[in-house]
């Protein structure tokens, strides 16, 4: 036992002592020492056995430890494992027409990333280099990614340590936030509406000649699971087409079955013009992103140089990875059991809601959800503030810490908690994880003020 907290201490110090953390305060940090993992858990060195309730991030959408991947990128190596980006390779082809097959409308042609921000970056490139037009519109509460032109084009506040330094270009708009809607509308189709016609007079305002692409995310994630109003998406292909502006879906965290579609962009029946893919495309077994483009694109660039490259651009080892996680998900039905196991979720909230007051609302697809944490559910004031930092945090870091406590992993910020478990769990291990959540809002619904 000496040896073993030994060797689990040896591991944290090196960690901490050669490797910076992201997102955080270098000193005084706590990381999970994680031994091993399997299906929808993972367990430290210690023993202890965690409730993987957020696929890691968002990410790991077959669930932990699977084999298949394991013998497909030993497979791939014993073959080649890295060539230059100029070449081919048979396992490049196939995940490119497989990405194909799965996408929406005529998204035909995959550049591979290496991540989802390179993979927004090179989406952000190619409209500006299609359309000769400089601009792109984003949303406020977004997130795509933490180099300096995705996190110039979200509205996630991590930015603001860099807003002097970010990316010029990216112009932003409200969210149609129907729980907190900007314009008090009275139904969230009201909502899209209002957005729309927000949307489209900061496009005249910004001048239409001058904005390549609305850059939207498929479905919305980390800022806190805002649900599209069903003609939100089909309004901006509209607007777009109406002012000859690309639209791109960022579907790098809603990608892969996460939202019981293939892609969030599925539930609106649109088609973008780009679509930035990673995260759920490996299921984090490899890195690997993809900026995808409709034929119409690609057949511009056949001529016109394209200025884009990455050394490894297209890996033999990652594209290998991916193309068996693509398979996973198909040949285990994990689209449509995302579907299936997202509306038990929805079904056994009703309970969670009912017995905690401090739940404001809820709002999931597939699944891809999270609680908003109110201190009153009808003046709607966040139990925890937009951006908590230092003593306006804590009461987040204990629930944070409370549903560590009691062995779960997700994500927890500001007032929300999320629920984004792999794709194969199980009804059982969604009553599992609810009740361990129902626990934890015990210490929220303290501080609810009736």
């Known amino acids: 036992m000496i040896g073993v907290t030994s060797k689990a201490a040896e591991i944290i110090k090196n960690n901490k002592d050669f490797t910076l953390f992201s997102w955080s305060k270098q000193a005084g940090l706590n990381p999970l020492n994680v031994d091993r993992a399997e299906g929808v858990y993972f367990w430290d060195r210690d023993g202890k056995k965690y409730l993987d309730f957020n696929s890691q991030l968002m990410n790991v959408n077959i669930g932990h430890g699977n084999q298949r991947i394991t013998d497909a990128v030993s497979r791939q190596m014993k073959e080649i494992s890295f060539i230059y980006p100029g070449a081919v390779t048979d396992v490049r082809g196939q995940l490119g027409k497989k ?109 239409p000649s001058s904005v390549a692409a609305i850059l939207m995310e498929g479905e919305s994630g980390s800022s806190g699971c805002i649900k599209y109003p069903k003609n939100y998406w089909k309004g901006l ?22 939202t019981g579609k293939w892609f969030g962009v599925d539930h609106h029946d649109v088609t973008p013009d780009i679509m930035a893919l990673a995260k759920g495309l490996t299921s984090g077994y490899l890195p690997l992103g993809g900026t995808v483009v409709t034929d119409k694109i690609a057949e511009a660039f056949n001529e016109k140089h394209l200025t884009i490259g990455l050394t490894y651009s297209a890996h033999a080892v990652c594209c290998a990875a991916g193309l068996e996680n693509v398979s996973i998900i198909q040949n285990n039905n994990l689209v449509e059991n995302a579907a299936l196991k997202g509306a038990y979720l929805e079904q056994k909230m009703l309970a969670l809601i009912e017995k905690h007051p401090s739940i404001g609302d809820f709002r999931n697809t597939g699944l891809l959800g999270c609680i908003e944490l109110v201190k009153n559910r009808k003046t709607k004031e966040q139990l925890i503030p937009w951006n908590a930092q230092g003593d306006q945090a804590i009461l987040s870091g204990q629930i944070a810490s409370k549903l560590k406590e009691l062995g779960m992993f997700t994500f927890v910020k500001w007032n929300f908690i999320f629920m984004a478990p792999p794709l194969i769990i199980t009804e059982d291990q969604i009553d599992e994880g609810l009740e361990i959540i129902s626990k934890a809002l015990e210490i929220a619904d ?5």
Not at 446 to 450: N, P, R
Request: proline residues 4%; neutral net charge.
């Open 99 to 207: 990405i194909a097959e799965v996408t929406p409308g005529n998204l035909t042609k995959t550049f591979f990333t290496n991540s989802g921000a390179e993979a927004i970056e090179n989406a952000i490139k190619i409209a500006r280099l299609y359309t000769g037009r400089k601009k792109i519109l984003c949303q406020y509460r977004a997130y795509h990614g933490a180099t300096y032109g995705a996190i110039s084009a979200g509205g996630d506040p991590r930015k603001h340590a860099v807003d002097d330094q970010q990316a010029p270009g990216f112009v932003r708009v409200e969210n149609p936030y129907f729980y907190r809607c900007p314009w008090n509308s009275n139904s969230m189709e009201e909502c899209g509406e209002l957005a729309l016609r927000n949307l489209e007079q900061v496009i005249n305002y910004e001048n």
């Open 237 to 258: 292909r509209k607007i777009a087409d109406k002012y000859g502006i690309l639209l791109i879906s960022d579907e790098v965290m809603s990608g892969f079955g996460r």
């Open 446 to 450: 303290q501080h609810y003020q009736a």
